[in-house]
């Protein structure tokens, strides 16, 4: 059609797909420690998404036994939306095995660490749940290192 723009500037590489992919190859060989990641990742997120799922039903007031949402102070409340939104998203990005999704995850995890150690009030965890929390993000750390290690 005459008149458009065309979306890519420079011409696709002999042998790629596309002009603006940044890999060189469209599907390398998994290793094992990659597998390993990307099942650790999967399962992280699915325990994310009951955590997202977990702070919704406390939005929604459908918690049994639980206070009213509206009765929580402020900064709980705004704690629980927070990590209703940011353990959604993170889950979601996890799940695609994406850089994104790991970053994310990680903000979220530093971030509720930070605040159960910080402001107990708001965010009261356990220690044996912030050392758990930390366990994962250590797992993480490795096997992401590990994988990295092995493509190299």
Same mark, same amino acid.
């Given at each position: 059609? #005459? ?9 696709? #590489? ?24 990307? =099942?650790?990742? #999967?399962?992280?997120?699915?325990? =994310? ?6 702070? =919704? ?18 900064? #709980? ?22 850089? =994104? ?11 509720? @660490? ?31 290192? @590990? ?6």
């Amino acid at each position: 059609m #005459r008149g458009l723009i065309p979306l890519r500037s420079k011409p696709a #590489r002999p042998g790629s797909l596309l002009g603006d992919r940044i890999e060189r190859n469209a599907a390398p060989p998994a290793s094992t420690w990659d597998t390993a990641l990307v =099942w650790f990742m #999967r399962l992280t997120a699915l325990a =994310w998404l009951g955590k997202a799922v977990f702070a =919704w039903a406390t939005i929604l007031d459908v918690r049994p036994g639980a206070p009213p949402f509206e009765a929580e102070p402020f900064g #709980r409340q705004a704690a629980i939306v927070y990590f209703a939104v940011v353990d959604a998203v993170a889950a979601s990005g996890l799940w695609l095995t994406s850089a =994104w999704g790991g970053v994310i995850w990680l903000l979220a995890v530093t971030s509720g @660490l930070t605040l159960a150690v910080l402001t107990p009030q708001l965010v009261p965890v356990s220690t044996p749940l912030l050392l758990f929390g930390v366990l994962v993000m250590l797992i993480y750390f490795l096997l992401s290192w @590990l994988a990295a290690r092995e493509s190299h």
